[in-house]
């Protein structure tokens, strides 16, 4: 595959060794990305590594240790049961403050508080993050700019309708990560989707990461190497 391309990260749950090997293939195969968007688990991998960071990092940064290990009790659980602060700070030592302090052009697929996702393209980058990361219910949702945003994922889990109104006509390389939800990207001209099985992970235990993330770059060499 020729570049430059847009790659888009659909959400995953706890889809980081899926994600970082996606993005490994990517370098493996050399190929210029132009602008990253994300949400949920792909806000995550795809912000660390939009900010430089190479994917085996982006890997071992997002699966060292249980996630459970990295959220706390939230002091309003009937807003959340979690606290995402934790994670917040923990973005904060590893990201730019704001989306303009990257190299490349990134977006952060959310929900406001009525549901209604949005695509977070300016601001407080951390917070925006994390916020695409809040599962409402569980997590207790970030604040920015005075308005809660939670988990896009829960209603678009690739945010490819606003990234498109955002760059129109610009080629783009999904990683997909299925879902029991049953949801699927929307066929689309200019567009190419990766798929990766659902990750099977859990909070106090990731799985076989390593297996996960092997399986998925080649999985993408492949697919990509013949486009």
């Known amino acids: ?47 660390l590594w939009a900010a430089g960071m190479p994917a085996h990092e982006v890997f071992r940064r997002l699966t060292e240790k249980s996630p459970l290990r990295q959220v706390r009790p939230s002091a309003r659980p009937w807003r959340g049961l979690l606290s995402m602060r934790p994670v917040v700070r923990e973005l904060t030592a590893d990201l730019p403050r704001a989306f303009d302090d990257l190299a490349v052009p990134f977006g952060a697929g959310v929900i406001d508080a009525l549901s209604v996702p949005h695509l977070l393209t300016s601001g407080p980058l951390p917070e925006a993050v994390a916020a695409s990361c809040a599962i409402p219910g569980l997590f207790g949702p970030v604040w920015i700019g005075g308005q809660p945003w939670a988990d896009g994922g829960v209603v678009d889990r690739t945010a490819l309708p606003a990234w498109r109104r955002l760059r129109p006509e610009r080629p783009v390389v999904m990683h997909w990560v299925e879902s029991s939800v049953g949801m699927e990207p929307d066929a689309a001209e200019h567009l190419t989707v990766v798929r990766s099985p659902a990750a099977g992970a859990a909070f106090w235990d990731l799985g076989d990461v390593h297996a996960r993330f092997a399986r998925t770059r080649e999985q993408t060499r492949r697919a990509l190497g013949a486009t």
């Open 1 to 47: 595959m020729k570049g430059p391309v847009d790659v888009v990260l659909s959400g995953g749950f706890l889809a980081f060794a899926e994600q970082a090997g996606f993005l490994k293939a990517l370098e493996d195969l050399e190929i210029p990305v132009a602008a990253v968007c994300g949400t949920s688990s792909g806000a995550l991998a795809g912000s």
